[in-house]
């Protein structure tokens, strides 16, 4: 039995969580950016997602603070929205 929980595609809102959190989970992953630290909401855990076409010398790019900076100022206008089909 799976102890934590992927939001699918990163999709989530308050019935979600509560719905995780009744299913018995310990915690769950979003697709946002950012960092863990000891404050984090357990049921918002940032995770970054590494899709097939990264190449391997993305990955530090992928990983840096002012690339997380620039996914929280896009976040509102749904840019990434076009690049991975959501619906």
């Keep these: 039995i799976a102890e934590?929980?992927?939001?699918?595609?990163?999709?989530?809102?308050?019935?979600i969580i509560e719905?995780?959190?009744?299913?018995?989970?310990?915690?769950?992953?979003?697709i946002e950016a950012g960092g863990v630290n000891s404050?984090?909401?357990?049921?918002?855990i940032p995770r970054t997602t590494i899709v097939k076409n990264h190449k391997l010398s993305e990955i530090p790019a992928v990983f840096s603070p002012i690339s997380?900076?620039?996914?929280?100022?896009?976040?509102?206008f749904k840019i990434w929205n076009k690049?991975?089909?959501?619906e």
């Design 4 to 15: 934590y929980y992927a939001y699918p595609r990163g999709f989530y809102n308050k019935k």
């Design 19 to 30: 719905a995780v959190k009744r299913a018995g989970f310990k915690a769950a992953f979003t």
């Design 39 to 44: 404050n984090t909401n357990r049921w918002l």
């Design 68 to 76: 997380f900076f620039f996914r929280k100022l896009a976040k509102p």
């Design 83 to 86: 690049f991975f089909n959501y």
